[in-house]
């Protein structure tokens, strides 16, 4: 009897979702390497295991987007392209515009218009 394992289901990414994460994940080794620290030493400071840096690192899109947030922090690698600041700044407007918007949306009912 021939027992074969089924593969898990593999979420498509966009293009361009894909091309991001693969190039964070390069940022992320660039600077480890620049700053001479090992996968390991990395994976401590950041409280994951070794295999999940090396998943980052490669552009996993399954690895949890706190982990890698995490790493990217770790090394100084810039995630938006401004300072503490300004990313401040940019988390109160945008939490003022969504305010503006109403709590919860619902499916909109499709209209049988066709006498």
Known sequence: MDQTVPKPKVR??????RQAITLLGQRIKLARKQRRMTAQELADRAGISRGLVQRIEKGDPGCQIGAVFETAAILGVPLFDADTAALKARIKRTNEEIALLPAHTHVRKKVEDAF
């Open 12 to 17: 498509p990414f966009s293009r361009i979702g």
